[in-house]
């Protein structure tokens, strides 16, 4: 079975860093590239990017360019999504999920489970 | 970068009812288009796949049609279990910024 199986909730405070992770498993990890998405509370999802495990490549929505770093480590089939400088702003509910095909255009099938990110003072 | 738009907002349907969801983007994406399904505290689900492929276990009720800028997910009889919130999102802008709508919800009537 194909699972994404994301890390749990964290609380930060602004200013911090965090990286939270998205195992995959089922499949060759390296052959599909992952997205991240996020939702904040009560709003619909917004494409943050995307990552291609195999070599690394990332693409950005403008929107998140240099306000995110994405990233992945192979050889425990793991991708992250990373902050600096967390705002409160950033705090949501933050999804991966894998392209349905091998494809940079593809779908987004399985997802992960999700992780809450709130960030409070 | 596409945009994508959704209506309506909002679709109260009774169950057993038909339910006819659109989306629209603002160029044309082909076929290269796909909708989720999205219950209270749960992730998104992918419902279909190249405007009008079920993805796998999606029952025969959900279907898909449209290409270039205007798409529709319609549901026929829905259950009880169908109601939720659905996105569209497409994935055929380069530079890739695969955007999703902003979702229509189905509730009860």
């Known amino acids: 079975e194909v699972q994404l199986v994301q890390s749990g909730a964290e609380v930060k405070k602004p200013g911090e860093s965090l990286k939270i992770s998205c195992k995959g498993s089922?499949?060759?990890?390296?052959?599909?590239?992952i997205g991240w998405v996020r939702q904040m509370p009560g709003k619909g999802l917004e494409w943050m990017g995307i990552?291609?495990?195999?070599?690394?490549?990332?693409r950005y929505s403008p929107s998140f360019q240099g306000q995110v770093t994405i990233s992945v480590d192979k050889s425990i089939s793991t991708a992250y999504l990373e902050w600096s400088s967390l705002k409160t702003s950033d705090s949501g509910m933050y999804f991966c999920?894998?392209?349905?095909?091998?494809?940079?255009?593809?779908?987004?099938?399985?997802w992960g489970q999700g992780t809450l990110v709130s960030v409070s003072s | 970068e596409v945009v994508m738009t959704q209506s309506p907002a909002t679709l109260s349907v009774s169950p057993g009812d038909r339910a006819t969801l659109s989306c629209r983007a603002s160029?044309?994406?082909?076929?290269?288009l796909a909708w989720y399904q999205q219950k209270p505290g749960q992730a998104p689900r992918l419902l279909m796949y190249?405007?009008?492929n079920r993805a796998s276990g999606i029952p025969a009720r959900f279907s898909g049609s449209g290409s270039g800028t205007e798409f529709t997910l319609t549901i026929t009889s829905l259950q009880s279990e169908d109601f939720a919130i659905y996105y569209c999102?497409?994935?055929?802008?380069?530079?890739?910024?695969?955007?999703f709508g902003p979702g229509t919800r189905v509730d009860v009537k």
């Open positions: 190249g405007a009008s």
């Open positions: 089922g499949y060759s990890f390296t052959s599909h590239w």
């Open positions: 999102q497409q994935y055929n802008d380069w530079p890739p910024i695969f955007n």
């Open positions: 160029q044309s994406v082909s076929n290269n």
């Open positions: 990552i291609y495990p195999g070599n690394s490549e990332t």
């Open positions: 999920a894998r392209q349905g095909t091998k494809s940079l255009y593809g779908w987004l099938d399985p």
